[in-house]
């Protein structure tokens, strides 16, 4: 097999593993962080993102309330409230997602996906988002992106108008993931990650 066909093999091979066993692998590729390393990458993440524009610029972010096998929201959060922007989270309220204010004050609770959220179902309008910093497991650096299978942020970005970030750790890029009609790609994937797949 020359390199032509061992590329090709290693790019439809990729493609072949469908997106629940993508999911799993990304999900011990993630468990294989270490505590510093991980910590040491999302500090360079935060500082990417606050360098952008679109983070400069907005006034309302969405951000999800990170899970422990994510990079960890809670600095992205606090860094929006000492810049006096507005935060908003994601709430699943009757099979749809919307967003909520969130502030030091609102009360969380845990909801249909195990993930906390806010208790009020006060939805922001779409149109009053300036940037929404998507989560995922895996993006390719053009956009691409393997979220957790519930398909909410496909169907929310179909019809958002505004900017869309995503921040990978360097387990989260990757060359090639299938991409089906329904899903939305990331206008910007900033990452630390430095060497080719």
Same mark, same amino acid.
């Given at each position: 097999?020359? &390199?032509?066909?061992?590329?090709?093999?290693?790019?439809?091979?990729?493609?072949?593993?469908? &997106?629940?066993?993508?999911?799993?692998?990304? &999900?011990?590729?993630?468990?294989?962080?270490s505590i510093h390393q991980k910590q040491t990458e999302s500090n360079r993440l935060y500082q990417l993102l606050f360098e952008t524009a679109a983070w400069q610029e907005a006034g309302t972010i969405a951000v999800t309330l990170s899970m422990p096998i994510e990079l960890d929201t809670a600095p992205i959060i606090e860094a929006a409230w000492s810049a006096n922007k507005k935060t908003v989270v994601p709430k699943i309220v009757n099979h749809q997602m919307?967003? =909520?204010?969130?502030?030091?004050?609102?009360?969380?609770?845990?909801?249909? $996906?195990?993930? *906390?959220?806010?208790?009020?179902?006060?939805? =922001?309008?779409?149109?009053?988002?300036?940037?929404?910093?998507?989560?995922?497991?895996?993006?390719? *650096?053009?956009?691409? *992106? $393997?979220?957790?299978?519930?398909?909410?942020?496909? *169907?929310? $970005?179909?019809?958002?108008t505004g900017k869309t970030i995503a921040l990978a750790l360097s387990p989260q890029i990757k060359q090639n993931i299938p991409i089906e009609p329904h899903d939305q790609l990331i206008q910007e994937v900033l990452t630390v990650h430095t060497t080719k797949e």
């Open positions: 097999m020359n &390199k032509i066909e061992a590329g090709l093999a290693s790019f439809f091979g990729e493609i072949m593993i469908n &997106k629940s066993e993508q999911r799993q692998l990304q &999900k011990e590729a993630l468990k294989t962080l919307i967003f =909520v204010p969130f502030d030091d004050g609102s009360s969380l609770q845990t909801g249909q $996906l195990s993930i *906390r959220e806010p208790v009020t179902e006060v939805a =922001v309008s779409a149109n009053k988002i300036d940037l929404v910093i998507v989560p995922g497991l895996a993006f390719t *650096r053009s956009g691409a *992106r $393997l979220g957790f299978g519930a398909g909410y942020y496909d *169907r929310f $970005l179909v019809n958002y």
